[in-house]
């Protein structure tokens, strides 16, 4: 059975920082491309930044220079690192997995979803 557990989530002070983790495991996915989404109440999932097999990396604009997207392939396990948050960076995150090497940034491109970790970051 495919999981993806998310982790690491939590109550934080704007300026701050926090690092969210996802623990995959059902099946290897050292090949996988892995993404970051995060969904505000009342408002569609976005891509927030996704990562390759090798380390190449893609941001989203909003995130670009404050978020750090890595992995390490021999835990199985995604890291994003937050810094400089924002009230605005307040929302659930997701992590995804997809079964291609090549960096996507919509939801449906991807295979594997984990069930979230909430970031609340107070102003």
């Known amino acids: 059975q495919v999981q993806l557990v998310e982790s690491g989530g939590g109550l934080v002070q704007a300026g701050g920082s926090l690092r969210v983790s996802c623990a995959a495991s059902g099946r290897t996915f050292s090949s996988d491309t892995m993404g970051w989404f995060r969904q505000a109440p009342g408002k569609e999932r976005e891509f927030v930044a996704a990562?390759?097999?090798?380390?190449?990396?893609y941001y989203a604009d909003s995130v670009k220079g404050r978020f750090t997207i890595s992995r390490d392939n021999a835990k199985n396990t995604v890291y994003l690192q937050m810094n400089s948050l924002e009230p605005d960076d307040t929302a659930v995150y997701y992590c995804a997995a997809r079964m291609e090497m090549n960096l996507r940034t919509r939801a449906r491109d991807y295979d594997y979803w984990g069930q979230g970790t909430r970031v609340t970051v107070s102003s």
């Open positions: 990562i390759s097999w090798i380390g190449g990396t």
